[in-house]
């Protein structure tokens, strides 16, 4: 060993040791500095269009840095770093900034924090990248109601290990997702952040995003923990009322998934408050939950200016100080996406009224992460691969966003006008979605967060419009456009035109949906809440009108959230859903339509039949399921969770089990045949359901343990074979831990929550079982 090199420094000695030296040399300002992060706000205003209503990345006068600031000018690296930093803010996401003067930028902030601070630490450096990285020129991929969509971890694997990838490139380490949030009522705004309604897909598919980004050496943040989702009236921010039970087996399960099985070394707090108690200031989920039961040993970071909210929303904390103190103590580590609240512990950690133990606790946990990721070792200097060489839009990554476009593209209805076989004489393309581009892309995607701030911007990647594409794809057709409304816009006067080029063509395509924007700057995204599921702005108007004029139509829906289409289903002659499909989804719009994509989209997400069809998913006990006359409401879906319709047809056969009873803590095996009777290949869906007959609390009718996305060529059968252990049937009882209950149940396969041919049924023997820590939490599938 050199003796001349700190201890902290050595990556041969071990990790303990190494924190526990640096944190012996350290000055309270400098551990507190640690605990927080910087973001240069004078570059996030930079070229902002200040003649359009939009503003900063966060809304005013509610999360705006102006709250917290008093307006005062953005402080400098230089005086806010002085004793160093935790995190840097999202440098390459916070304004449009090329490749090479990002990389610079980064470099120069790094440099600043290694040879101009007392110590040297480098910080981690963070970004978005919910659907791709949130930055100039990088690849926007589908949604994740998208990933959803297509039932295919791996597929989502790979996406996240590609998006992993160019961050690394850049020298980024944390990504700021997945979010893991189980959608429980469509009118919320960033239903198109989740993957779904079922805690079961959105763990599968979250945990496979979170193992892609990892294996590319990034951190992933699961993220909104926990319950954000449920807010009163779809809110954003609004207050949550939820009991144990709902909380432990419909919104946690996804995290323990991803910090468990997938790893992740990062998790961000919901802004919210459950039962009146704000998630940031919750010792029982940031640390007796997250830590002491689920064994997760990373870092917890806030979601932006949760600190500072505890004292100027939640009015829980006098002070910032307190606010702090009360964050770290609950289990928070680091504060984003600055230091508003962190910067006022010092004189409280002085006085005694914090212990300094609580900010050593969390200090240990910043510096573990910043050892894992090489930023104490020796010699560490800004990792960043030659700007040249990198393309953060690369042909590899348009590959991935067009396969995962083409798989999550759901045909909803069709009296088989689809696919489109012989090109018509002459085509209307109707309604706004198809002419604009940034339909195709969500709230947290570039061009939508950040480019469309700007008073002349373009979408920053290559991105051909639904029109365009269904141009290319019907060349020998002749085609007409009319956009006739605007997407949120209370406006009809466009109709006429619209109706009339519908009756003058023998096809229409009418394209209707969301525009994703924050803060009530769209249809759909962060802080774009509804009322009712009712289509946005006078685009039902549009859909009626066309209808009416008995052309016949193909309905095509982009959007970020389920709108309610029963009063067009009997009208339309297919129907067509796309979850905001990325800078490829037009293309794959149109080659469903052709046929040359079979679709194999299911709905991530029911779709309501009335736009009041909520609250409600298909998780709902039976009370909550086709009333039968006790209510005049029907919550019944017009189409249910799971479904899809492809251009060829499966057929389920040969259910078996291994056997008719297991024991408490057994396992059984669920086969089936799987063959597909059409005359082209296509991939289905099979999806396996859990019903308990009876329970000593309310139970779902039926509970999704197990899916398989199954690729079959035309006339070929497969074996599909699913391993249930006696966990996969736990619930939360009576006392308020889980358990296993013995009694009777039933297994349910098919192609969606309300097609279900095959059924067997099995018991569970012996004596109630409560579950310990660390139950399987996973149905193995093999197909063969």
């Given amino acids: 060993m050199n003796d001349?090199?700190?201890?902290?420094?050595?990556?041969a000695v071990p990790a303990q040791i190494r924190i526990a030296d640096l944190i012996s040399l350290m000055t309270l300002p400098e551990k507190i500095a640690q605990l927080g992060s910087y973001w240069d706000l004078a570059k996030e205003r930079e070229g902002v269009d200040t003649g359009t209503p939009d503003g900063q990345v966060a809304p005013d006068g509610q999360v705006a840095p102006d709250a917290f600031t008093g307006g005062a000018e953005p402080l400098a690296l230089l005086e806010v770093g002085a004793h160093g930093i935790g995190h840097l803010t999202r440098v390459f996401g916070t304004r449009p900034v090329a490749v090479g003067k990002g990389i610079a930028e980064l470099n120069e902030s790094q440099e600043f924090l290694v040879n101009r601070t007392r110590l040297g630490i480098p910080a981690i450096a963070h970004e978005e990248c919910l659907a791709g990285l949130t930055a100039l020129g990088a690849t926007a991929y589908p949604v994740p109601p998208a990933w959803g969509a297509t039932f295919n971890p791996e597929l989502v694997e790979r996406i996240g290990n590609a998006i992993g990838s160019d961050m690394a490139a850049l020298g980024v380490h944390q990504g700021l997702s997945p979010l893991l949030d189980v959608a429980r009522d469509y009118r919320w705004g960033r239903v198109e952040e989740t993957v779904g309604e079922d805690p079961y897909l959105v763990g599968m598919i979250g945990t496979a995003y979170v193992k892609g980004l990892e294996s590319a050496g990034i951190v992933a943040t699961l993220k909104h923990f926990a319950?954000?989702?449920?807010?009163?009236?779809?809110?954003?921010?609004?207050?949550?009322?939820?009991?144990?039970?709902?909380?432990?087996?419909?919104?946690?399960?996804?995290?323990?998934?991803?910090?468990?099985?997938?790893?992740?070394?990062?998790?961000?707090?919901?802004?919210?408050?459950?039962?009146?108690?704000?998630?940031?200031?919750?010792?029982?989920?940031?640390?007796?939950?997250?830590?002491?039961?689920?064994?997760?040993?990373?870092?917890?970071?806030?979601?932006?200016?949760?600190?500072?909210?505890?004292?100027?929303?939640?009015?829980?904390?006098?002070?910032?100080?307190?606010a702090a103190a009360m964050a770290i103590s609950a289990g928070l580590d680091i504060e984003l996406p600055d230091t508003t609240a962190t910067s006022a512990l010092q004189p409280l950690v002085e006085s005694g009224a914090v212990p300094i133990e609580i900010i050593d606790t969390a200090l240990t946990r910043v510096l573990r992460l910043k050892l894992e990721l090489g930023l104490l070792d020796e010699g560490w200097s800004s990792k960043s691969a030659d700007p040249a060489a990198i393309d953060l839009d690369s042909p590899a990554n348009r590959a991935l966003a067009r396969e995962a476009a083409e798989e999550s593209i759901i045909v909803l209805a069709n009296d088989g006008i689809l696919p489109i076989a012989a090109a018509p004489a002459k085509i209307a393309v109707l309604g706004p979605v198809a002419g604009e581009p940034r339909s195709l892309f969500g709230c947290y995607s570039f061009p939508n967060h950040i480019l469309s701030r700007y008073a002349a911007s373009s979408l920053g990647i290559e991105a051909q419009s639904v029109l365009d594409a269904i141009k290319e794809a019907f060349a020998a057709s002749e085609v007409t456009y009319q956009q006739a409304v605007d997407f949120g816009a209370v406006d009809t006067a466009g109709i006429p035109a619209a109706v009339q080029a519908a009756k003058a063509a023998d096809l229409v395509f009418l394209t209707v949906g969301d525009i994703a924007g924050l803060f009530a700057r769209g249809t759909s995204g962060e802080g774009c809440d509804v009322e009712t599921l009712e289509l946005p702005g006078s685009q039902a108007d549009l859909v009626d009108a066309v209808l009416d004029a008995g052309t016949p139509t193909v309905l095509v829906l982009v959007t970020g959230r389920p709108y309610a289409l029963g009063r067009y289903a009997d009208r339309a002659k297919a129907i067509v859903q796309a979850f905001m499909p990325g800078e490829e989804g037009a293309g794959a719009i149109a080659r469903v339509l052709t046929g040359a994509v079979n679709p194999s989209g299911r709905t991530p997400l029911g779709i309501p039949n009335h736009v009041g069809g909520q609250p409600s998913t298909y998780l709902g006990a039976p009370l909550a399921q086709q009333s039968n006359g006790i209510s005049n409401l029907d919550p019944t879906p017009l189409f249910p969770f799971g479904h899809g319709l492809s251009y060829t047809s499966f057929d389920y056969s040969r259910l078996e089990l291994s056997t008719d009873s297991i024991?408490?803590?057994?396992?059984?095996?669920?086969?089936?045949?799987?063959?597909?009777?059409?005359?082209?290949?296509?991939?289905?869906?099979?999806?396996?359901?859990?019903?308990?007959?009876?329970?000593?609390?309310?139970r779902p009718v039926k509970v999704l343990i197990g899916f398989a996305r199954v690729e079959l060529a035309a006339g070929e059968s497969k074996q599909v074979s699913f391993s249930v252990h006696a966990d996969r049937t736990s619930f939360t009882g009576l006392a308020g831990r889980r358990i296993v209950e013995p009694g009777d149940f039933a297994l349910w396969v098919g192609r969606s929550a309300a097609d279900l041919p095959l059924t067997a049924k099995f018991a569970i023997v012996g004596a109630v079982r409560e579950v310990a820590e660390g139950r399987v939490l996973v149905t193995p599938v093999e197909v063969g």
């Fill in 4 to 11: 001349a090199r700190p201890l902290w420094k050595d990556p």
């Fill in 227 to 322: 319950a954000y989702p449920a807010s009163k009236s779809a809110r954003n921010h609004a207050p949550v009322s939820m009991g144990k039970r709902e909380l432990e087996d419909v919104m946690l399960p996804p995290f323990e998934m991803a910090v468990r099985l997938g790893g992740a070394r990062a998790v961000m707090n919901s802004y919210t408050d459950i039962d009146g108690v704000p998630v940031g200031a919750s010792h029982e989920l940031l640390t007796e939950i997250l830590r002491d039961r689920w064994g997760f040993a990373g870092t917890v970071v806030s979601d932006y200016w949760t600190y500072p909210f505890l004292h100027t929303m939640h009015k829980v904390a006098p002070d910032l100080g307190t």
């Fill in 663 to 698: 024991a408490n803590d057994g396992e059984l095996t669920v086969s089936f045949t799987l063959k597909n009777t059409g005359a082209r290949a296509g991939a289905e869906v099979a999806q396996l359901y859990l019903h308990d007959e009876y329970a000593q609390v309310t």
